[in-house]
């Protein structure tokens, strides 16, 4: 549920107080292990934590107006949720975390980039301030480049007349191959 806040105290005061107090709490663990590059504020209707465009002028790709995000922390319904894209990037980030939760005894409710929590006790807060410190300014836009950056550009060259999407990918889109090419991966398996 994104919230209409225009900063960051104004989100926190419309939270109820034990959300406060966790998202407080999550809060300062970021900042305390936050690369001062980065920047701080509300975005997509929750706090935000970002590469600025004084840092990394191109922005997000999605819209360049924007710059690159980092993290983010938001009360939701039913949980309270703090995502960080690097996990999402980066498989031995994402596995890092995994592990990291596992010795900590804490449970990992976990999606893409996104680590749920109902309570702040849900959270190891060293854990998630390692998360943080692990990945300056330079490393997150080398994940950012590499995987997302990438893609838009393939998704261009698409949208242009380049290449098109390779069968096997259709099939697992759930579309059938055209004929040929299911000829034609036939006969590579022979």
Known sequence: M?????????YL????????????????VILKNLDKR???????????????????PAGYHCDPKLPLPFA???????????????????????KWLRDQFARAGKKLNM???????????????????????????????????TNFRGARSKASSRAAGGAKKPPARRAAAGKKAPAKARTAAKARKK
């Open 13 to 28: 005061a419309e939270l109820p107080a034990d959300r406060r107090a966790a998202v407080q709490a999550v809060r300062n």
């Open 111 to 145: 999606g893409k980039c996104c680590v749920r929590f109902k309570k702040l006790e849900d959270l190891p807060l060293d854990v998630i301030g390692e998360a943080i410190r692990r990945v300056p300014v330079e490393r997150h836009i080398e994940f950012y480049e």
């Open 2 to 10: 994104q919230s209409k806040a225009k900063t960051v105290p104004e």
């Open 72 to 94: 983010g922390l938001a009360s939701q319904k039913n949980h309270m949720s703090l995502y960080i894209m690097s996990i999402y990037a980066s498989p031995s980030e994402e």
């Open 38 to 56: 980065y920047g701080e504020g509300m975005s997509y209707g929750m706090i935000g934590y970002y590469v600025p465009h004084s840092v990394y």
